[in-house]
């Protein structure tokens, strides 16, 4: 019959004019069929604020300990990126992995059994360095 029948989202004769359905009316407009958001917003539907100001797309100037191009990404340079032994889950806030702890995720814990027994320094997770004289996985040995 000549007419077209669109997919979801969009519509016109050619099937060539999105709908926006989603776009926040409040922080976004729709153009030529992509919802385009104000600074500040961010997201397919403009419902996503980043920690930041955005004054165009992908150009944002973020607050202090946010990166990235809409400024979503911690930052964690005063805790030294969690000294790679944790993940950046907030500005200069990690989640250390296992093993690990402190604020920079640089300290190593060793288990009870392998305390060093005082006469050694826990160098990685139940990983001792012995003092001069001292031996042994826990330096327990003289």
Same mark, same amino acid.
């Given at each position: 019959n000549?007419?077209?029948d669109c997919?979801?989202?969009?519509?016109?004769?050619?099937?060539?004019l999105g709908n926006c359905?989603?776009? +926040?009316?409040d %922080?976004?407009?729709?153009?030529?069929g992509f919802c385009r958001c104000e600074p500040g917003w961010e997201g397919a539907?403009?419902? @996503? @604020?980043? %920690?930041?100001?955005?004054?165009d797309?992908?150009?944002?100037y973020c607050e202090q300990g946010w990166t990235g191009s809409s400024c979503v990404t911690p930052d964690c340079p005063a805790v030294n990126q969690?000294?790679? @032994?944790g993940d950046c889950i907030g500005p200069n806030v990690c989640h250390c992995d296992p093993g690990w702890s402190g604020g920079?995720?640089?300290?190593?814990?060793? +288990?009870?059994?392998?305390?060093?027994? +005082? @006469?050694?320094?826990?160098v990685a997770p139940n990983t001792c360095e012995c003092f001069p004289g001292f031996q042994g996985e826990d330096c327990s040995e003289e």
């Open positions: 000549g007419t077209c997919i979801t989202g969009w519509s016109g004769e050619d099937c060539n359905t989603d776009c +926040s009316e %922080h976004g407009r729709c153009e030529l539907a403009c419902d @996503q @604020q980043g %920690h930041g100001r955005c004054v797309i992908d150009v944002c969690c000294s790679r @032994q920079s995720c640089s300290i190593a814990n060793c +288990s009870s059994k392998s305390d060093c027994s +005082s @006469q050694g320094t826990c």
